[in-house]
C-alpha cells in the first residue's frame, strides 16, 4: 500500500498539539507538487483532497498506477493551469500515503499504532500541512482549493490563517457535517467494526486484513457520491453478463457488479484504519461550533476572495449547505461569489468531466491571478 | 452601454458600494468597477450569466433577489440597483423593502407601461402591448406586475419612500420627472429611474 518510493516527505520537527489534547512530534507529511514556483513565489496553489484521495492531484500515480483523483482539473493548461501555477498537495494527517497515520510503527510498540492513533480533526489536518509554506517558503498562497472533505479543509485554513491565501475555493461541501453525513460515515465504520479481521484496530499485528469490511464501507459510501438519476441513466435494471435473473445472490444487476467492483479496487490502495480516522474527523467537523455558533466569526479576519461552488444533484453536501457558506460571509461583506453548476453527476462532479465546472474554475482563477 | 446604463452610473458617486441585483451579464457592473472604483457586487439567477460575471472577474452569486437578499445586513450598501426586474417578481413590494433595507438608497428602474405605444397599442389593436423594452407575448413574458410611472410615483409616496430623483427615459432624452410633469412624462417616457430611500 504504502511504498516508500516516490512519495515525498516533509518532517515536521515543529510539536502539533492536536484537539483531542496530545501533542504529536516529528510527524511526516507526505506530498507532491506540480509545476513550479515562481521568483515572487505568489503562484502556489494548495488543494486538498477528498475522505479517500491522495497526494498524487493528476497524471499517472505511482503507487495505484491510476490517473490522479483531480485529473480533469489540474495539468497543464487545465482549470489549474500547472503551466502557470504551482500546484502543492499533501496526504491528510491519518490517511494512508505516507503522512502520519494510523498505519505507521507507533515506536513503542513497534507495530503499527492502529487504533491507537490519536483521534485528529479537519483542524488539526490543516495544522499540520500550514507546515508545508514554511518548507517551500512561500508567505501567501495564491489560492486554496478542494471539493468535499477538501472544501472542509479549505474552510478550516482560511480560519486559522485568514492572511494566508488570497483566492479560496470550497467546493461541493458543508461547514458542519450533518446527521445524513455522520450516519453515512458511521455505516462505514460499523462495516469495517464487523469484519472479524478488523480485530480491534490490529489487523497488522494480527496479520490480518478487514478487506470484506474495508470494502462493504467503500459501496455504501460510493452510492452517497452519485444521484439517482445519474444511477438510473448509467445502469438502470442492466444485467450482468447474463440473459435472464438468476435466482440467486450472485450479482445479477450491472449496478451491483460495479459497486462490488469498486469495493475491490479500494481495498488495494487503503487502510481500513484510516478510513475510521478520516471519516471521524469529517464528523467532527463543524466550524460554526468553532465560533460559538456564529460561522460568519470563522472568516472575519480574512480578505481573501471567496468562490463557492456546488452541484444541483448533489444530496450528500447539497447546495443548500454550501449556500449557508456564502451567506455567512455576505453577512460580513466579505468578497464572495458562488454558482450552482447543473449536473447529474451528484457528489462527483467535482471530480469529472463537467465543461461549466471546469470553465468557472478556470476563469475565476485566471481572471484573479492577472488582477492579483 | 446603454443609456439606462449610463443614467444609473451618473447617479453613483466614486469608491461606492454597489449592490446589482439581477446583474445580468454584468455590463453596468463592469463599468461602475472600471469607472468609479466601485466595491461592485452582483446577484442573479441565471446560472450561465453568473458564469460571464465570473468570466469577467466580477464578484456574483447566483441567487433570486425574492428570496436571497435576506443574507445581506442592513444598510450594508451604498446603493442598490434594481433595472427593470420589479415587474417580474412575486411580491414587487417585498422586493423594495428589501433593497431600502440593504441599500442606505435604492436605483429603480421601470418599463413604463403607461407609455404611449403601449396606450395606443392596446387601444388600437386590443391585445397585450410589446414593445422594445416589452418584448414578450401575454403567455410567455416573465412580468407578472407592471406598471407606469405614475403607478410607481404614487406607490412609493403612499409607503413613506423619499424620492431623491426620478427620471424618464425616452430614447436618448433624459428629463426629470416631478409633480408638475407626472402626466406628461408617464405618457412620453419607456422608462422610469427612481433613485430613493427609506
Known amino acids: ?314 444530496w450528500l453536501y447539497p447546495t443548500q449547505e454550501n449556500k449557508d457558506i456564502v451567506i455567512a460571509l455576505n453577512s460580513i461583506g466579505a468578497d464572495v461569489r458562488f454558482v450552482e453548476i447543473e449536473s447529474d453527476k451528484g457528489h462527483d462532479s467535482f471530480l469529472l468531466d463537467v465543461p461549466d465546472f471546469l470553465s468557472a474554475l478556470k476563469n475565476f482563477l485566471d481572471k484573479s491571478y492577472i488582477e492579483n | 452601454m446603454k443609456n439606462e446604463f449610463q443614467v444609473i452610473a451618473k447617479l453613483i458617486e466614486r469608491e461606492k458600494k454597489v449592490l446589482d441585483v439581477g446583474c445580468g451579464d454584468g455590463i453596468l457592473m463592469n463599468f461602475l468597477k472600471n469607472n468609479k472604483k466601485t466595491n461592485i457586487r452582483g446577484l442573479e439567477i441565471s446560472k450561465s450569466k453568473v458564469q460571464e460575471c465570473i468570466a469577467k472577474g466580477l464578484t456574483v452569486i447566483e441567487g433570486n433577489a425574492e428570496k436571497d437578499l435576506k443574507q445581506f445586513p442592513d444598510k450594508s450598501f451604498d446603493y442598490v440597483v434594481l433595472s427593470q426586474t420589479l415587474q417580474a417578481f412575486l411580491n414587487p413590494e417585498l422586493v423594495i423593502n428589501e433593497l431600502l433595507r440593504v441599500g442606505k438608497k435604492a436605483i429603480v428602474t421601470i418599463p413604463n407601461f403607461g407609455y404611449w405605444r403601449i396606450r395606443l397599442h392596446l387601444l388600437l389593436k386590443g391585445t397585450m402591448p410589446i414593445t422594445k423594452t416589452l418584448p414578450d407575448e401575454w403567455y410567455n413574458t416573465p412580468n407578472i406586475h407592471m406598471c407606469s410611472i405614475k403607478d410607481f410615483f404614487h406607490f412609493v409616496k403612499s409607503r413613506d419612500i423619499k424620492i431623491f430623483k426620478s427620471l424618464a427615459i425616452n430614447n436618448q432624452n433624459v428629463s426629470i420627472i416631478n409633480n408638475k410633469n407626472l402626466v406628461i412624462k408617464n405618457f412620453i417616457a419607456d422608462l422610469g429611474i427612481f433613485l430613493i430611500e427609506k
Open chain 1, 1 to 314: 500500500m504504502n511504498t516508500e518510493n516516490n512519495i515525498k516527505t516533509l518532517i515536521v520537527k515543529k510539536p502539533l498539539k492536536l484537539d483531542c489534547g496530545k501533542t504529536i512530534n516529528e510527524f511526516p507529511i507526505a506530498y507532491e507538487t506540480y509545476g513550479s514556483l515562481n521568483e515572487k513565489k505568489d503562484n502556489a496553489i494548495l488543494v486538498f483532497h477528498a475522505l479517500t484521495g491522495d497526494q498524487f492531484v493528476t497524471g499517472l500515480n505511482p503507487v495505484t498506477k491510476k490517473d490522479g483523483w483531480w485529473s480533469y482539473a489540474v495539468g497543464p493548461g487545465k482549470a489549474i493551469d500547472t503551466k502557470k501555477y504551482f500546484v502543492i498537495c499533501a496526504n491528510v494527517m491519518g490517511g494512508c500515503m505516507g503522512s502520519f497515520g494510523p498505519s505507521h510503527e507507533d515506536p513503542k510498540t513497534g507495530t503499527a499504532f492502529g487504533t491507537n492513533f490519536p483521534v485528529i480533526t479537519i483542524n488539526d489536518i490543516v495544522n499540520a500541512q500550514y507546515n508545508l509554506l514554511d518548507h517551500f517558503g512561500i508567505d501567501k498562497l495564491f489560492s486554496i482549493a478542494g471539493g468535499s472533505m477538501g472544501g472542509m479543509q479549505v474552510l478550516q485554513f482560511i480560519s486559522n490563517f485568514p492572511d494566508k491565501a488570497k483566492t479560496v475555493i470550497p467546493i461541493a461541501c458543508t461547514s458542519s457535517h450533518s446527521a445524513q453525513n455522520i450516519a453515512f460515515n458511521e455505516l462505514g465504520r460499523q462495516a469495517i467494526a464487523a469484519d472479524s479481521n478488523w480485530k480491534d484496530g490490529n489487523y497488522a499485528y494480527e496479520k490480518t486484513i478487514p478487506n470484506k469490511g474495508l470494502a462493504v464501507a467503500r459501496m455504501a459510501a460510493h452510492i452517497t457520491y452519485l444521484s439517482k438519476k445519474g444511477l438510473q441513466e448509467k445502469f438502470g435494471r442492466k444485467l450482468q453478463e447474463r440473459e435472464d435473473l438468476k435466482f440467486g445472490f450472485d450479482a445479477d444487476f450491472q449496478i451491483e457488479s460495479y459497486l462490488r467492483y469498486q469495493g475491490s479496487v479500494f481495498v488495494d490502495r487503503f487502510d481500513a484504519n484510516s478510513y475510521l480516522y478520516i471519516t471521524r474527523a469529517m464528523d467532527y467537523f463543524d466550524l460554526a461550533k468553532q465560533f460559538k455558533g456564529n460561522l460568519a466569526d470563522a472568516f472575519r479576519a480574512t480578505k481573501a476572495k471567496f468562490f463557492i461552488i456546488s452541484f444541483t444533484s448533489d
